[in-house]
């Protein structure tokens, strides 16, 4: 017996933004939507359940009953853990859902072991292991990259980080005690400018695919991946940016008082919810930074490209378009 399907509301389009995302308010309410660290917990039954109405919603069939509210946590969920190129489930470490438990451990230990070399060689390691996973997790799925490239990323941006991390650390052994507390932030933001552009490096090689305002496929631009990976690379400093920098001014002046000698053993444990705080209103705001649809002017793209759009559409496509990522 076939289950009676209802069919989809007049006029409602799960796939519709709910905020403009041509502002960064409505950019702000959207990724705070699917950066939810809650989600993290849902179970796998219902992640599927959420897959299965947003797909049938898709096709104009819902079960009898479903209210807006039930379709449009369901896509909740589904943009939390499906891929938005195809539509596969993602690894949960590297889920954006994911970026607020799992950064908030791997910073705040970053921040509170930063005194000796084998200790920040640790935790630099651990912190690069979780962004290629998170980067890997989040690319571009139109353009594949071996187990080569990935494991070529992986190795440079760990290097990075360490000798970013290792030389400053040994350079600020005279300096201030302050600077020596922001040496993570320096490896982090250097290995990002790594990791991100060498994972994602088929994407500049050949180029990513560029549409026009109705979705319509124009050719591959390298100049449009350049752009939309230089916007992530931003984005994921600025994401660690104020825990990383505000944080150790704190800690500094917290660290003067009597009472907070007493209680070293628990310096780490407040390090890490704190920088819980800090991302849990970083990690949205700073995929809010760019609209995720990103645009480029004609006059911006390759050569070729340009000449090919111009001919076969004459002045009618004045931008592209395209997917930058996260």
Not at 208 to 223: A, C, F, P, Y
């Amino acid at each position: 017996t076939h289950t009676r399907m209802a069919t989809v509301p007049l006029g409602f389009n799960i796939d519709a933004p709910r905020w403009d995302q041509s502002t960064f308010g409505g950019r702000l309410k959207h990724f705070l939507n699917i950066t939810d660290p809650r989600t993290v917990l849902v179970p796998e039954k219902e992640l599927d359940r959420a897959k299965a109405l947003v797909e049938g919603c898709r096709a104009g069939l819902v079960p009898p009953g479903s209210s807006q509210e039930q379709l449009l946590y369901a896509k909740k969920l589904y943009d939390s853990a499906f891929h938005p190129d195809s539509g596969e489930k993602m690894n949960l470490i590297g889920r954006m859902s994911f970026q607020v438990p799992g950064g908030m451990a791997i910073t705040g230990c970053m921040l509170q072991f930063y005194r000796t070399v084998p200790a920040v060689v640790f935790w630099q390691w651990v912190n690069q292991s979780f962004n290629a996973i998170v980067n890997y997790t989040n690319r571009n799925a139109a353009s594949p990259i071996s187990l080569r490239q990935i494991g070529v990323a992986y190795v440079t941006a760990t290097g990075a980080a360490l000798a970013t991390a290792v030389g400053l650390n040994l350079y600020t052994k005279r300096a201030p005690p302050l600077l020596a507390r922001w040496v993570p932030f320096a490896a982090v933001a250097a290995a990002n400018c790594v990791n991100i552009p060498m994972m994602r490096q088929q994407e500049i090689i050949n180029g990513i695919t560029v549409t026009d305002g109705d979705n319509n496929e124009l050719g591959r631009s390298r100049r449009a991946a350049v752009k939309g990976i230089t916007q992530v690379v931003v984005s994921r400093i600025t994401m660690a940016a104020p825990g990383m920098i505000i944080l150790p001014i704190i800690m500094e002046r917290l660290e003067k008082f009597t009472f907070m000698q007493r209680i070293q053993f628990l310096h780490g444990p407040l390090q890490v919810l704190l920088c819980g705080g800090f991302l849990l209103f970083m990690v949205p705001a700073a995929c809010a930074l760019f609209p995720q649809r990103c645009c480029l002017s004609l006059a911006d793209l390759e050569l070729e490209l340009r000449d090919s759009i111009v001919a076969k559409h004459g002045d009618k496509v004045p931008y592209v378009y395209f997917n930058k990522g996260l």
